[in-house]
């Protein structure tokens, strides 16, 4: 098992990488990613935190596009108001926080899979972030 040069395993290091980048947000996640990216020299390690701190990001971003659903909606129930019309949005507005509701889960889901995963030194497929991360570790 390869050691940090914090002197723990790099296992232990991309699990709690992982538990920072999910729960401490994006200054603390990017200080436990960047640490890895250049201060350690193994390449599974500088993989995994990067993919951890990637997964945060792609649910942030999706979460931020959802969250344009219910302006764009006030935004239409605004241009039917001016012409003294109605456009229910309720059912809308349910519908985006469902989406949201799912996120969150899917991303805690995920980012405890990874972490398991990283605890026992293995790598947790994720398709799609697997080819960038190799597209841009290679």
């Known amino acids: 098992m390869n050691k940090t040069k914090l002197g723990i395993s790099t296992n232990l290091y991309a699990f709690i990488a992982i538990f920072v ?5 994006l200054i603390p996640a990017l200080l ?4 890895a990216l250049i201060k350690e020299e193994d390449i599974w390690l500088k993989k995994t935190v990067t993919k951890g701190l990637i ?3 792609l649910f942030s971003l ?13 935004l239409i129930n605004d241009i039917f ?6 456009f229910d949005i309720r059912i809308l ?7 949201n509701t799912i996120l969150n889960i899917a991303e805690k889901v995920i980012m405890l899979l990874m972490a398991l995963f990283a605890l026992k030194g293995k790598w947790f ?9 190799v597209k841009h570790f290679e």
């Open 81 to 86: 108001n001016l012409w003294s019309g109605y």
């Open 32 to 35: 436990v990613t960047g640490y």
């Open 93 to 99: 507005n349910a519908v985006a926080r469902l989406f």
């Open 125 to 133: 497929n994720l398709g799609f972030v697997d080819k960038f991360i």
């Open 55 to 57: 997964v945060v990001l």
């Open 62 to 74: 999706a979460t931020a596009l959802i969250g344009f659903l219910p302006n764009i909606i006030d």
């Open 21 to 25: 980048t999910l729960w401490s947000g």
